[in-house]
């Protein structure tokens, strides 16, 4: 029995460990930034994307931090006090300043995580997303919106324009005198002007669609790099 409730006792603890190991994989690969901060403004845990929004390198931002090391981080610290005390907060933006170095802008939500034991005490966990990257999504979906509306709405306009311009053909056929032959190809003339502003339309938003993509890629890589 007690060989068996030791397995039992190693098998839960590697399972813990697993855990432990396939948690910190997730957040030292998310993209979003997470900062684990104790009571006294102690930084527990900073993933590199974290580091990377702080502003700072290794140097300035060890191991071991204090997030009112910097003044910089002032907003940050006050985030943290109100969670501790009044509880999470859903979304927060905040500016960081750092001297002559480019500002960044971030949207904030934390949790507190409950006290385990009579010793323990709660802590905030931040979890930090970059404006200019969610800028530069939202901006890639509308317009990516706008070119899928802008493409159904030329579809639409091409598919009865064909039939029209079918129509007046087969009517065109037919007509003797002037009158009718000049209303004709006014028919024409118009329906393939149409047509025309249909096709450069959807290649203005094929275009745009492949170049706006591109640039929002860009711009977040540029900012990755400045900051």
Sequence with gaps: RLAREEALARASRAEAQLQAVVSNMVIEGLPDGVLVVDSDYVVQAANPAAHMMLGSDSEVTPHAFSIDDDPAWFQLAQLVQLTLVDGPVDAAEVTLRHGDRQVSRLQVRTERTPALGEMARPMCVMFLQDLREMEARLR???????????????????????????????????LQQ????????????????????????????RVEQSGESAAGRDEVELDAQAA
Aim: net charge negative.
């Design 178 to 205: 002037p009158v009718h032959q000049r209303l004709a190809s006014m028919v024409r003339q118009n329906a393939e002007r149409l047509g025309h502003i249909v096709d450069d339309v959807l290649d203005v938003v």
């Design 140 to 174: 890639t979906e509308k317009l990516a919106a706008m070119g899928r509306m802008s493409a159904a709405v030329a579809h639409e306009i091409r598919n009865p324009l064909a039939a029209i311009s079918q129509a007046n053909a087969l009517l065109a056929e037919d």
